[in-house]
């Protein structure tokens, strides 16, 4: 009997002991999960004020550790977007944008942001440089001036602004357009009258439309330096008008084909020339 109560006994302290290392195990464990779910918890609520310089610990090779790594990465990606975002604002549109899939509503709309403030800021620098190239035009026309020297300054402006090598202007004149002023022209090459209806800049006169040529001929105007000559690129010609009447016409040469940007410029001014 001695015997048995003794093996009872040590059974029952076995299995008392067992119970206590489960009891410790899944405290243990309870414990783990917690503590797992107050990080992620914390994680969440970073996320949700909008901080991305945290990550989150958990190393656990479990359901909770991919959680964490899941997190890890959305902080990751929310960092890039907000540093990407931060460089598009100070105007650094060629920054590439992350766009994880087709189904990215965030990297998509940041994208479109990008193109949008690019397009507007291409827009405001259009509209500056429009602006500041007609008051330097009108600073350059003020003041009692005689004909040639008002028309000598319009055409060293305009030829300037545009970035030409080359320019002439001629006003209408007794049925003919006579030279008025020029920037840069040879004086053995420039042709003193034209007119009305005779080559490009009697064609603009006649019609009052702008000619802008690109296959320039050999024996057509010369960009004269120190260094030798070279025919322009492109050249311009623009009528100009007072009361929708035609009167003259400015030539410009250049070493590069005009933009419409340099064509909106002259639109802008056609009428105040």
């Known amino acids: 009997v001695a015997a048995i109560n003794q093996l009872v006994l040590l059974n029952v302290a ?17 414990r783990q999960i917690v503590t797992s779910i107050a990080e992620l918890k914390g994680a969440a609520q970073k ?8 990550t989150v610990e958990l190393n656990t090779r479990d359901e909770m550790g991919e959680l964490a790594q899941s997190f890890n990465k959305i902080v990751s990606v929310n960092k890039v977007f907000a540093e990407t975002a931060e460089k598009i604002g100070k105007g650094n549109y060629d920054t590439p944008v992350l766009v994880r899939a087709g189904a990215d509503i ?59 090598q080359i320019g002439a202007m ?20 420039s042709i003193k009258e034209i007119g009305i209806g005779d080559g490009l800049i009697g064609q603009a006169a006649r019609d009052g439309k702008r000619i802008v040529f690109t296959q320039v001929p050999d024996d057509y105007i010369k960009i004269h330096s120190a260094l030798g000559s070279t025919k322009p690129r492109s ?39």
Do not use: C
């Open 106 to 164: 965030l990297g998509h709309a940041l994208t479109n942001m990008k193109n949008d403030l690019e397009r507007l800021s291409n827009e405001n620098a259009v509209r500056t440089w429009l602006l500041t190239s007609s008051g330097a035009l009108n600073d350059r026309m003020r003041g009692e001036k005689d004909v040639e020297v008002l028309a000598k300054d319009v055409i060293e402006q305009l030829t300037e602004t545009l970035g030409g």
């Open 14 to 30: 076995g299995a008392l002991v067992v119970l206590g290392l489960v009891a410790i195990l899944v405290s243990f464990t309870i």
């Open 47 to 54: 996320l949700a004020l909008g901080e991305v310089d945290f």
């Open 170 to 189: 001629y006003l209408r004149e007794n049925g003919h357009l006579k030279l008025a002023g020029s920037y840069a022209f040879h004086p053995d090459r």
């Open 235 to 273: 050249i311009v010609v623009y009528p100009f008008r007072y009361e929708d009447e035609v009167k003259g016409v400015v030539e410009i040469g250049a070493n590069k084909e005009f933009s419409e940007i340099d064509l909106e410029f002259l639109d802008t001014i056609s009428d105040h020339v």
